[in-house]
């Protein structure tokens, strides 16, 4: 079975604190994601990575980085997190698709709730 | 407007019902679809897809798409409470390059009562 871990389940932390969010794979996909969920928005894409060392910004990437120095981890980084930033993430992976008509399924992690006080 | 439309519900529905979800999308360059279904504090995970258009069934889901009016459906028979969930859409244009991104709907959430 596919895994993908997230390294909090729930966090807290205050404004202007740096924040690390942690995601691993043990399916060695080529391809990780990060998304913010909010109720009404549903799932905006903030980062992919197709490849270590590798990535692409997302939809909302402002207030985010990212590194993959390793094939299997994904990290999320908000430099000076703030309030708008409470939100559900979620961790994703998948292969790349190599014919038209395959979908390769993204992978996701249980997510982590992130409060910013 | 948003690329992907979905109703967020809440839907609520008596077992055995059959019950109908929908989105609507505005580029008519998606030709994948797909339906991710997401328990209370999990993840999502993906319950089917389809490449283009017409239907496709596995057990009691059915996918429909209908290109030529931008809109998708998922169909449930039988719906059982363990089907209650929140239920994404999700579409893309290319999935085999690296700039290909899926855009997923807000999520519709169902609850089947017994």
């Known amino acids: 079975d596919v895994k993908v871990t997230q390294s909090s389940r729930y966090l807290v932390k205050r404004t202007g604190e740096k924040v690390f969010l942690e995601c691993v794979q043990d399916?060695?996909?080529?391809?990780m994601f990060w998304y913010r969920q909010d109720p009404g928005l549903g799932l905006r894409l903030i980062y992919f990575?197709?490849?270590?060392?590798?990535?692409e910004k997302g939809d909302i990437p402002e207030g985010y980085s990212v590194s993959r120095e390793k094939k299997e981890r994904f990290s999320l980084i908000l430099e000076s997190a703030s309030t708008n930033q409470t939100s559900m993430y979620l961790c994703?992976?998948?292969?790349?698709?190599?014919?038209?008509?395959?979908?390769?399924?993204?992978?996701f992690g249980p997510g982590t709730r992130l409060t910013v006080l | 407007q948003k690329e992907v439309e979905q109703d967020p519900g809440p839907l609520s529905v008596p077992e055995g019902a059959i019950v109908s979800l929908n989105c609507t999308y505005s580029?008519?360059?998606?030709?994948?679809f797909m339906w991710y279904r997401q328990y209370s504090r999990k993840g999502p995970e993906l319950l089917m897809y389809t490449y283009s258009s017409g239907n496709k069934e596995d057990g009691r889901f059915t996918a429909q798409v209908d290109k030529s009016s931008k809109y998708i459906s998922l169909f449930i028979r039988d719906s059982q409470p363990s089907d209650s969930a929140t239920y994404l859409c999700?579409?893309?244009?290319?999935?085999?390059?690296?700039?290909?991104?899926?855009?997923f709907g807000s999520g519709t959430r169902l609850s089947i009562r017994p």
């Open positions: 580029n008519s360059a998606f030709q994948y």
């Open positions: 999700a579409m893309s244009t290319r999935v085999y390059s690296s700039a290909s991104k899926i855009i």
């Open positions: 990575s197709y490849d270590v060392k590798m990535k």
């Open positions: 399916m060695d996909h080529e391809n």
């Open positions: 994703a992976s998948s292969w790349t698709s190599t014919r038209t008509s395959s979908y390769n399924e993204q992978f």
